[in-house]
C-alpha cells in the first residue's frame, strides 16, 4: 500500500487575510487526505521545492519549525515501521493533527475496542455463546495484526484476504474459518450503524464466501461394537464413570446433547418419561426412557455428592446461581468429560477420537443402520426439515453402505 505525503499551499482557495492555505495531503492509492496545519502564505512567499515559507513571510520562524516538525514527525514514523507492517493513513493523521493542535472529532472506535463493545453488548443480553465466538475471532485477528488495533478505514478487501490466508497457513479449519470472517463481517456491519465506520466503505462486498456456504467437517460415528466396549469397559476411577455415564445417557436419550444433560433435573422425570426443553432449539422434548437410561438414572439417585439444587448429574449446583456461572460450569465439565473419554477410548481399544457429540453421531446412525426413516430420525434428533437431516448424516457418513462397497472389491 504506497502512501505519499506532501505539504502544499492550496492556491485555489483564499481565506480572508488574502493569503492561501499551507496544508498536508496524503496521497494514498490515488485517494487524496488533505489536514489544515492552520497556516497560511501568499504564493511569492511559498517555496514548493523545500515545502516551506521563504524568509521574507513575517511569521516564517513558527510557520518553519511548525512544517519542519511535521515532517521530521512522520519521516520517523515511517522509519519505525517493521517490515511486515504496513503505514496507516490515520496514524499520519494523528500525528498531523496532534502536532498542529487541530479540533478533533470525537474519535471513531478501532475495530478490536469495537470487538470488545460488542461482546460486552452480547454477554448483557445472556447471549454467551454468541459472546465467546466474538471473543475467539477477535483473539485471531489480533494475533494476525501483532496486537496492533486499527480504524476501520484502513482495513481493505487486501486486509481480508491475507487475514484469510494466514488462518489457512495456521490450518485453521474451514468451518473456523467460516465463522470468523462472518462474525468479522456481522461486527463490520454494526459499526456501520453506529457510525464508526462509513456505509461507503464495506470491504467485504466484494469477497467471496461461496466457498463457506457449505463448510464441511467429517463426523464421526463408532460402531455398536465399539460402542458396547465402552459400555462395558470395567472402569474403578468415580470420575471415568461418571463421564461414561454422561456418553451413555446421551446415547440411550436419543442423542441429548451436553448442555441439555447438564441442565436436567429430577422433576424432569415423570413416570419413565423424560420431558425437556432443548437448550439451542427451545423445542420441547417427551419420551419414554430406553431401560439403560433407566439404569444410569437409578445409578444417580442414590449417589454421594448429588446435585443439591435438583439436577440428576453431579455438574450444576447451587453456587451456580447466575447464566454465565452455570455456562462456564459446563465448558469446564465438558472439557474434563471429553479428556476422560479419550482415556476411556484408549482402554476400550478403540482407535477414534470420541467425545460427547460421538454419543449423538452413534445414536444417529444406529438408526439409519436398522432402517429407520429420514424423517423419523430427523425428528428424534429435533431437526425441522429433512433437508438438514439428510445434510447431518452425510456429514456422519454412512458405515453400512463402506461396507457393502468394500464387499465388492
Known sequence: MAINIKIILRINKVLANGEHPIVFRITENRRNYELATKKSSSSKNWDSRSQSVHTSHPNHKPINALLNNIKVKTTLYFASLQDDQQPRVSAIKEIVSRLTGATQKTLSKKLLEFFDDEIERLKSMERLGYASVHVMTKSRLKKYMNDTDLVFEDIDL???????????????????????????????????????????????????????????????????????????????????????????????????????????????????????????????????LHPEALKILAYYKTM???????????????????????????????????????????????????????????????????????EEIGKTLGHDSTKTTEIYLDEIGDPLFDDRINGFI
Open 158 to 288: 487486501n486486509f481480508i484476504r491475507k487475514f484469510e490466508d494466514w488462518m489457512i497457513r495456521k490450518e485453521i479449519a474451514i468451518t473456523t474459518r467460516s465463522i470468523d470472517l462472518r462474525t468479522f463481517r456481522t461486527v463490520w456491519r454494526n459499526a456501520i450503524k453506529e457510525k464508526h465506520c462509513k456505509e461507503s466503505h464495506y470491504p467485504f462486498k466484494d469477497f467471496a464466501f461461496s466457498k463457506y456456504n457449505n463448510p464441511k467437517t467429517k463426523k464421526r460415528a463408532i460402531t455398536q461394537e465399539q460402542f458396547q466396549k465402552i459400555a462395558s469397559l470395567k472402569l474403578d476411577d468415580d470420575k471415568l464413570i461418571n463421564s461414561r455415564n454422561y456418553f451413555l445417557f446421551s446415547y440411550y436419550c436419543r442423542g441429548l446433547n451436553f448442555t441439555d444433560l447438564a441442565n436436567l433435573k429430577w422433576t424432569n422425570i415423570i413416570d419413565g418419561h423424560i420431558n425437556y426443553i432443548r437448550a439451542k432449539t427451545k423445542e420441547q422434548f417427551d419420551f419414554k
Open 304 to 374: 454421594e455428592g448429588n446435585s443439591d439444587d435438583g439436577y440428576i448429574f453431579p455438574i450444576l449446583y447451587k453456587r451456580h446461581a447466575s447464566v454465565s456461572s452455570k455456562r462456564d460450569r459446563r465448558m469446564k465439565v465438558l472439557k474434563r468429560v471429553n479428556q476422560d473419554l479419550k482415556t476411556i477410548s484408549e482402554k476400550a481399544e478403540i482407535q477414534k477420537n470420541i467425545t460427547t457429540y460421538v454419543a449423538r453421531h452413534t445414536y444417529a446412525t444406529t438408526l439409519k443402520a436398522k432402517g429407520v426413516s429420514i
